[in-house]
């Protein structure tokens, strides 16, 4: 008796079962795909859910950025008694918005960054710089602000019937989209509404 793969074996077997213990050693080709498309199948939910990960971080952010924004204007306000673009109430009646209510927070007549409009008592600047949003787009305030069930800040505040009833600052979010001057109105924004009427 001889100790082969296969255990012990007697001397006339032992060829035969050498070669049978040779198959049963290793993967076969079939095995190895099972295990690659597992691996692939993984690796992509990995991937899609590092993806959900980030654009939740990136919105998160972007709440962050907006709070920022938002306390600056109040600190404007506080010294000045004026809101961005010379607003003196941040919602104002909708017969006395302006064909201008609509405007980039980076704008200088902003007055956050610079005294664009040479107020009395302004006391800024009340941001170094007034950041992109994660999506490298700008932040916008809008006077006449519609806002959606499913927009992210716009929570108790929803409008359906279609008034433009919040005051807010605006990111356009991922897709950027803008039209008029300021954010479409859609799902994907991000919003820090200021006050509703």
């Known amino acids: 008796m001889t100790r082969g793969c296969c255990g012990i074996l007697p001397h006339s077997t032992q060829q035969r079962r050498s070669t049978n213990c040779m198959k049963k050693v290793g993967f076969t080709l079939i095995e ?3 295990v690659i498309a597992i691996l692939g199948i993984l690796s992509v939910v990995v991937f899609t859910s590092l993806q959900s990960a980030r654009e939740g ?3 998160a952010a972007a709440v962050q950025q907006l709070q ?3 306390d600056a204007i109040r600190f404007q306000h506080i010294d000045t008694g004026l809101y961005p673009n010379n607003l003196t109430y941040l919602c104002e009646p909708l ?3 302006s064909s201008t209510n609509e405007f980039r927070i980076s704008d200088p007549s902003t007055g956050l960054v610079t ?5 009395a008592g302004w006391g800024g600047p009340y941001m170094a710089t007034i950041p992109l949003d994660p999506w490298g787009n700008e932040y916008y305030f809008d006077d006449d602000y519609r806002c959606l069930a499913e927009t992210l800040g716009c929570n108790g505040v929803e409008d359906p019937s279609g008034r433009l009833n919040s005051s807010a600052i605006v990111s356009c979010g991922p897709n950027g989209v803008v039209s008029s001057g300021s954010c479409s109105y859609d799902a994907d924004n991000i919003v820090f509404v200021l006050c509703r009427r």
């Open 95 to 97: 017969d006395e918005i």
């Open 32 to 34: 190895l795909l099972i």
């Open 57 to 59: 971080a990136r919105s």
């Open 115 to 119: 005294n664009g409009r040479g107020w």
């Open 68 to 70: 920022k924004i938002y």
